[in-house]
């Protein structure tokens, strides 16, 4: 089996990492005691980034994140910036076992969607810097953003301006498709290579109960996958050359806890027969993902990256549990066109799951042996 010298890699991962303890007291200043100036603030993200490229590289990893350590949320610190985008602060409620759930933030579209400026451009940068100061060949610095998909799931129709957008198909998916590609050609100039996509609602439409909730809002939740593959269509087209454009599907993470569940066979032939895109991040850390079934819609040259180990609780999986499931999904896409990872972030929020920090390094060493194992190194 050949190594991969590009990504997705064999053994890969999601992105978000739990903050340390001095970059949470640094943001309490800036955001709730004012007590200290951005710049104060990015000098403290910029110490805790260059922890955790090096955390990463000496776990093995080929491809580098910053762990999400500048943003509150995964995907309202990216939204709120695009032109016309309007979002509230997602609100916490207490479940009657009393864990805690991330109620859906609101995001409203309230004027042409438009790429107003250079999103993650800096941070990029910086992470660049960071890598390249690594001297390890073929170490690959990835971006995360948020899914397209969000700016309509969330609210459907009545989330988005009807004065601005009388009709959605096709000027509100273009405009919001070539704000996408704006974005991406600004990081492709800078060198970026590698960047994924999280989205939760083709995730949340493998779920009943959010099934119902679209049919609720207007809209047909078998039609809705194959709109949303439309919809990536059209930002895969922007796509600049030389880049890999991945996806992570999320069925929640907040705290250690999920918000969806529910076998993909719903979605799968949208998402892995037509969307267009380089690789897929599926979850399958237990149960609630079903089989692997869906799998046989993937096309070829493409890679599903499978989240087999899970990063909501600190247990470490058994190697020969990961071996034995990758085997069972080979039957159903051809293993060289699989990889393994985390199931997701570690904090895909500031708030972090319910994991020790040790617990990060000795599931991501787990992949990283798992795969070199599996697929040779």
């Given at each position: 089996m050949t190594l991969r010298t590009q990504p997705p890699f064999r053994a890969d991962h999601v992105g978000s990492f739990l903050r340390p303890a001095y970059l949470l007291e640094a943001r309490d200043q800036f955001f709730k005691e004012k007590t200290i100036s951005a710049e104060q603030l990015r000098a403290v993200e910029d110490r805790a980034i260059a922890e955790i490229v090096?955390?990463?590289?000496?776990?093995g990893l080929q491809?580098?994140?910053?762990?999400?350590?500048?943003?509150?949320?995964?995907?309202?610190?990216?939204?709120?910036q695009l032109g016309g985008v309007?979002?509230?602060?997602?609100?916490?409620?207490?479940r009657p076992d009393g864990t805690e759930e991330l109620a859906p933030p609101v995001i409203r579209v309230i004027d042409k969607v438009r790429h107003a400026k250079n999103i993650q451009l800096s941070d990029f940068q910086y992470l660049k810097s960071q890598v390249e100061a690594l001297g390890r060949p073929g170490v690959v610095p990835k971006v995360t953003i948020p899914s397209p998909t969000m700016l309509h799931f969330r609210g459907g129709r009545a989330g988005i301006s009807k004065a601005?957008?009388?009709?959605?198909?096709?000027?509100f998916y273009d405009d919001v498709a070539k704000a996408y590609g704006e974005e991406l050609q600004s990081l492709a100039d800078a060198g970026c290579t590698y960047v994924q996509m999280d989205d939760t609602n083709m995730a949340y439409l493998c779920d009943e109960r959010m099934r119902e909730a679209a049919r609720s809002r207007g809209d047909d939740p078998n039609e809705l996958p194959h709109r949303?593959?439309?919809?990536?269509?059209?930002v895969v087209a922007h796509k600049p050359t030389g880049m890999t454009l991945a996806m992570h599907l999320c069925r929640g993470n907040f705290k250690s806890t999920h918000a969806a569940a529910g076998n993909y066979e719903p979605v799968a032939e949208a998402l892995l027969s037509e969307m267009n895109l380089d690789a897929y991040f599926m979850e399958y850390d237990d149960d609630r993902s079903g089989d692997f079934r869906p799998l046989r819609f993937l096309k070829p040259g493409k890679i599903v990256v499978l989240g087999l180990v899970t990063t909501k609780f600190?247990?470490?999986?058994?190697k020969d549990d990961l071996k034995r499931r990758i085997e069972e999904a080979s039957k159903y896409a051809p293993l060289e066109q699989l990889a393994l990872?985390?199931?997701?972030g570690f904090s895909s929020t500031v708030h972090g799951n319910n994991i020790?920090?040790?617990?990060?390094?000795?599931k991501l060493a787990l992949v990283v042996e798992t795969a070199s194992e599996v697929w040779g190194s």
């Open positions: 090096k955390f990463q590289s000496d776990v491809s580098i994140t910053d762990g999400e350590f500048r943003r509150t949320y995964f995907h309202i610190d990216f939204l709120e309007k979002t509230d602060i997602p609100v916490t409620v207490v601005a957008y009388p009709e959605l198909d096709p000027v949303y593959a439309n919809f990536i269509n059209k600190g247990q470490l999986e058994s990872s985390p199931q997701c020790a920090v040790e617990d990060q390094r000795r």
